[in-house]
C-alpha cells in the first residue's frame, strides 16, 4: 500500500485532526480515539513543523479529499516526499 508524506504547522494540523474526527465521528464505541495521533505526539522536523503519513486511501475519504487540495493550494500544508519524510524525522543516537 503507498502512502503520501505532508507537514505542516501544529495549530493547522490539530485544526484538521479536530475536523476529521468530527465528520468521522471519533472517538467511537470500537476504542478508535483519533483519526490521527495528536501534534503533541507526533514527529516534528528541526523547525518545528508537524510531520505525517497516511496510505493513499486516507486522502480520499471525506472530508480529508475536499479539504487536502484547498490545504495543499493555500500553503496551509506542503506534500513532501518520502526520502524528505524520512529525512526530517527525528534521528535516533
Not at 478508535?32 to 505525517?52: E, K, M
Request: with cysteine; proline share 8%; glycine share 6%.
Amino acid at each position: 500500500m503507498s502512502q503520501r508524506f505532508f507537514r505542516g504547522d501544529a495549530a493547522t494540523y490539530e485544526a484538521i485532526r479536530a475536523d476529521l474526527n468530527a465528520a468521522w465521528g471519533l472517538p467511537n464505541d470500537k476504542g478508535t480515539l483519533t483519526c490521527i495521533a495528536p501534534a503533541a505526539t507526533a514527529p516534528t522536523d528541526s523547525q518545528g513543523r508537524v510531520l505525517l503519513a497516511v496510505h493513499d486511501e486516507f486522502a480520499t475519504w471525506e472530508p480529508a479529499a475536499t479539504l487536502l487540495p484547498q490545504l495543499l493550494a493555500s500553503g496551509a500544508v506542503e506534500e513532501i516526499s518520502e526520502a524528505d519524510y524520512r529525512a526530517a524525522l527525528p534521528q535516533v543516537p
